[in-house]
């Protein structure tokens, strides 16, 4: 299957899963290329991730994220385009 590039954007709305958020992330750490946490005034802190795997991989990564109570997560995923020089 082919690999796809995209990201991630977690938005913590409460602390009380971030445990188990990155255990799921360090699990998933095969397909991460780069991550970026933002603590907010607000208390509602942000993490961004780059990704680089096939739709089935990161889609593991979305799911388990996404049935974490507190958590939002949204994804975007760039189709795989060959350029000609």
Same mark, same amino acid.
Request: without cysteine; hydrophobic residues 35%; positive net charge.
């Given at each position: 299957?082919? $690999?796809?590039?995209? #990201?991630?954007? %977690?938005?913590? !709305?409460?602390?009380? +899963? *971030?445990?188990? =958020?990155?255990?799921?992330?360090?699990?998933?750490?095969?397909? %991460?290329? @780069?991550?970026? &946490?933002?603590?907010?005034?607000? &208390? $509602? +802190?942000? %993490?961004? =991730?780059?990704?680089? @795997? #096939? #739709?089935?991989?990161? &889609?593991?990564?979305?799911?388990? =994220?996404?049935? =974490?109570?507190?958590?939002?997560? $949204?994804? *975007?995923?760039? $189709? +795989?385009?060959?350029? !000609?020089?």
């Amino acid at each position: 299957m082919e $690999k796809r590039i995209g #990201t991630v954007l %977690i938005q913590i !709305e409460n602390r009380e +899963n *971030v445990a188990l =958020l990155n255990d799921i992330i360090s699990r998933h750490s095969q397909i %991460i290329i @780069g991550r970026q &946490g933002l603590p907010r005034s607000n &208390g $509602k +802190n942000i %993490i961004s =991730l780059i990704l680089e @795997g #096939t #739709t089935d991989e990161i &889609g593991s990564l979305t799911g388990q =994220l996404g049935r =974490l109570q507190g958590i939002d997560v $949204k994804s *975007v995923l760039l $189709k +795989n385009k060959e350029y !000609e020089m």
